[in-house]
């Protein structure tokens, strides 16, 4: 990255940081959802994602069975 | 306006920025929430009317940090409309807990009160005594002059009133 697109300004680069981690939730949210309807397992998903089978399942299993998305076991 | 029992009416606010937090997709309630449910409830009283008095209804605050948020974002190149991939179904289940800023928020509502029972009017200046983080941010994007606000806000808190 440039330093023409860095921040100068401490508070507007700390605030691009929290608002980037809030779209990377967001994110998130809406690809597990996309790729468990598509069809994936939480393996597959997780490493995709370059976390742990466990985080993922813990992050979203709850939310895709309420938004009614047929999950695989495996 | 005195609410005679604060911890009811703190408890009817956390549940409307709870509701907030869902519908932002966030995991944490923080204090843009917490402003967004004070500006939505009848029950701040004086609290809403100086929010009011700077042109800030829940809607108008909504607008403000949807704003922050891409502006926050495009200060390094990315654009949220860039993604298209369909938006996450909301869970209606999730119990947002409570963020950093949501406790910084009731720290400085408490010293705000200084040893008095808290106001709506108190727990405004605890989110407005804020200098960094998304609300300060929000404000002075919109144009809102936030030291004037909280004098606005002080200001009610020392106007005469009856208590029951």
């Not at chain 2, 009817?12 to 939505?40: K, N, P, T, Y």
């Amino acid at each position: 990255m440039s330093d023409d697109v860095l921040p100068r300004d401490p508070g507007d680069a700390l605030a691009s940081v929290a608002a980037l981690r809030r779209l990377a939730d967001q994110l998130e949210d809406a690809a597990v959802e996309q790729a468990m309807r598509a069809g994936w397992g939480w393996p597959r998903v997780a490493e995709a994602l370059g976390v742990t089978r466990q985080a993922v399942h813990k992050k979203h299993f709850k939310r895709l069975v309420a938004a009614g998305v047929t999950l695989r076991r495996r | 306006m005195i609410v005679a029992d604060f911890p009811k009416y703190l408890q009817g606010v956390l549940d409307r920025a709870g509701d907030e937090a869902r519908l932002d997709g966030s995991a944490a309630v923080e204090a843009q929430h917490l402003l967004l449910a004070i500006a939505a409830d009848p029950a701040s009283g004086a609290a809403v009317g100086a929010l009011a008095a700077a042109g800030l209804d829940r809607a108008a605050i909504r607008a403000a940090l949807d704003r922050e948020f891409i502006h926050s974002l495009q200060a390094v190149g990315v654009s949220p409309a860039t993604f298209d991939l369909p938006p996450a179904t909301p869970d209606p289940h999730r119990r947002p807990q409570p963020g950093a800023s949501f406790q910084l928020t009731l720290e400085r509502t408490i010293k705000s009160a200084a040893g008095a029972t808290p106001q709506p009017a108190h727990l405004l200046l605890g989110i407005l005594q804020a200098d960094v983080g998304t609300v300060p941010r929000a404000l002075a994007l919109t144009g809102v002059d936030r030291a004037k606000l909280a004098a606005h806000v002080q200001r009610t808190l020392h106007q005469p009133t009856s208590r029951s």
